[in-house]
């Protein structure tokens, strides 16, 4: 661009007539600028806090984009200021076109109505299942790398408070005070499950092992939470007369007891040492034996490295978290205590059975769909907050996959009318853990990842049909035995 006067440029080259992209954009001069306070003064603005501007300079080269902080009057206070170009601005005023409550709300909608338009092909159109979900991914997938020209949409620094919804922590507690909360939860469910299950069957038997290993995995977990709370760590040391040795510390060590042993006598405290808080591993080097027998006299033949204060490291539970506990109470009461649950497990075992019972099946599979969708709906926002930016060309891959993983671990029979709201969970846990174990063990190729999952999975469906299998042989035998 050359520019004629404050309030005429010149492009050059000209664009063609039957040009269709750039825009028009009006430029204020930047009347003064403080580098210390990093702000500007512009005349007549209208800018708001968090609103961007575009910095130009005199021969109309582009400068660099900035956030509005603060802005009082005429000056404003941005987030950085440029040392060059910063004789004009342009301003990118943010327009959003519906408040935040209303974009959440519009998402939700938007997810129910998908849900509602597959379930209505499914029921009425009677149109499969497969095909209806299928077209629908690459509908979904397709559609958004349409309007946003396969470019990633993101947050940047802005809504800082939405965010929370998948970011947050609402509270910190030790490891092991998480492990005797996640212990006493599964005491709690174990009682729960034993006592529902013998008032369902107060005449006959039903099967004790599954509360019982509840009962049992949750005992364990609390008996290590408290061992975890208790335990004094031990570091050996392999100092030699004359050489000094470093060791590292349990994370959150404050003091330690430095111990010497006679030949084989009894261990004996030599001193004990302060450690520095640090952000990164903690150390501690230990003296060679010689220098420890002269400043503690003893014939000391091995030294040994005790925590005695210890602050055991804290996790966040996440707010995430949170809301997966009310949406799992919501789907356990909505599919064991309601009409429509019920009717639900009766579809998936046997449709015509349920049809010819007087369910309306086309209408409880809508209803499944809707639920399914504005879950799958609920999910992806928080998977937006959390990632906080979206390439529509390869966002959420596979999960859909992961999804029914999950279920299929956690019980949730393909064929229909079986499965628990607490076995989907504790299916997805399951598929998060194994994701994580293969990142975090060297020893696996991270290359594998999805041969290493699919592994896993088939072998747990397998185990799982093996089980049901055995069982209705047993229930069959019990019966012909009583027959």
Not at 410 to 424: D, H, M, N, W
């Amino acid at each position: 661009t050359e520019q004629l006067n404050d309030t005429t440029w010149i492009a050059t080259p000209k664009p063609p007539r039957d040009s269709d992209t750039g825009q028009v954009v009006q430029l204020f001069p930047v009347t003064t600028r403080n580098s210390e306070s990093k702000s500007i003064r512009i005349e007549k603005h209208s800018l708001t806090p968090r609103d961007r501007i575009n910095f130009i300079g005199t021969d109309g080269t582009l400068g660099q984009t900035v956030r509005a902080m603060d802005v009082v009057e005429d000056e404003i206070i941005l987030d950085n200021l440029p040392e060059t170009h910063t004789d004009y601005a342009v301003l990118l005023d943010r327009k959003p076109r519906m408040s935040v409550p209303m974009a959440l709300s519009l998402v939700l909608l938007v997810s129910l109505g998908i849900g509602l338009w597959h379930g209505f092909m499914v029921a009425k159109m009677k149109l499969q299942p497969f095909v209806v979900t299928l077209c629908g991914l690459l509908l979904y997938r397709g559609i958004p790398r349409g309007f946003t020209q396969d470019q990633t949409q993101g947050f940047s620094d802005e809504y800082p408070i939405l965010r929370q919804l998948a970011t947050a922590e609402i509270a910190n507690v030790t490891t092991a005070m998480a492990f005797g909360l996640i212990g006493g939860l599964l005491l709690a469910v174990a009682t729960g499950w034993f006592l529902i299950q013998r008032k369902r069957k107060q005449k006959g038997s039903f099967p004790l092992w599954p509360p019982v290993v509840t009962a049992l995995l949750g005992m364990g977990i609390m008996v290590s939470g408290i061992y975890k709370s208790i335990h004094q760590p031990i570091v050996p040391t392999s100092v030699t007369e004359n050489e000094s040795f470093a060791v590292d510390l349990p994370e959150g060590t404050r003091k330690v007891s430095l111990e010497g042993r006679a030949d084989s006598g009894q261990w004996s405290s030599l001193t004990e040492l302060p450690i520095s808080d640090s952000s990164t591993s903690q150390q501690l080097r230990v003296p060679s034996l010689e220098s420890i027998r002269k400043q503690v006299p003893g014939n000391w033949k091995t030294v040994r490295v005790k925590v005695i204060e210890r602050d055991l490291p804290e996790i966040g539970i996440p707010a995430p978290f949170i809301i997966l506990v009310l949406v799992a109470v919501a789907a356990g009461i909505f599919l064991n205590q309601t009409i429509y649950g019920r009717y639900l497990l009766a579809l998936g075992r046997n449709e015509e059975a349920a049809k010819y019972s007087g369910i309306n099946t086309s209408r409880m599979i809508i209803l499944a769909y809707v639920i399914c969708s504005l879950c799958a709906g609920l999910g992806g926002l928080l998977f937006v907050l959390d990632v906080n930016s979206a390439q529509p060309v390869d966002f959420g891959n596979f999960y859909e996959l992961y999804a029914i993983a999950a279920a299929v671990l956690g019980g949730c029979s393909l064929r229909g009318g079986e499965g628990t709201i607490l076995g989907v969970v504790i299916g997805a846990a399951l598929m998060r853990v194994l994701k994580n174990m293969i990142t975090l063990v060297d020893w696996i190729p991270t290359h594998i990842e999805y041969a290493i999952i699919g592994a896993v999975i088939l072998a747990g469906v397998t185990a799982d049909e093996l089980v049901k299998r055995i069982a209705a042989n047993r229930r069959d035998a019990a019966l012909r035995k009583e027959a």
